[in-house]
């Protein structure tokens, strides 16, 4: 099951939120938080990887719910908290930033992504990205 999704731009803004199944009170507070965690974990992973490489996609789970976490080559975030038992969406996760965002967002005269401004209005990605979120089999119920 899909809890929430947060889009951040490129200097930590949150540029766009949705959410299902759960409260959306202190959403501001929780974003500022998130973001800071988000930097901290991205900072440690790259640290210990083999590599050195900062990560594209990561994930952690909790006993209440699993958070991924896909950055883009220009610097944006795509976050989504599902239920703990889902599988990696490192895919999903890049196809929304490939086809929904970038589709529907960069495309989009109306839109300046340059200054990474809300997008939390922007009726054509909310309709594409709900339509394709409903494909998905995390989004009808918890993963067993």
Known sequence: MIF???????????IYY????????NMHLQTDNLFGLLFELKRFVQKTSVSGDPPEY???TTNKYRLHCFESATGRR?????DPKSGSLANELREI?????????VHNPLVNVNVDE???????????????????????????
């Open 4 to 14: 929430n999704l947060y889009i951040f731009g490129r200097k930590g803004q949150c």
């Open 18 to 25: 949705e959410a299902w199944n759960v409260n959306r009170k």
């Open 58 to 60: 990561f994930s952690y």
């Open 78 to 82: 795509f976050v989504m908290c599902t």
């Open 97 to 105: 930033y490939a086809s929904v965002f970038v589709d529907t967002v």
């Open 118 to 144: 809300s997008i939390q209005n922007c009726e054509p990605f909310t309709a594409e990205l709900t339509r394709y979120l409903q494909t998905l089999p995390v989004w009808r119920s918890p993963a067993h």
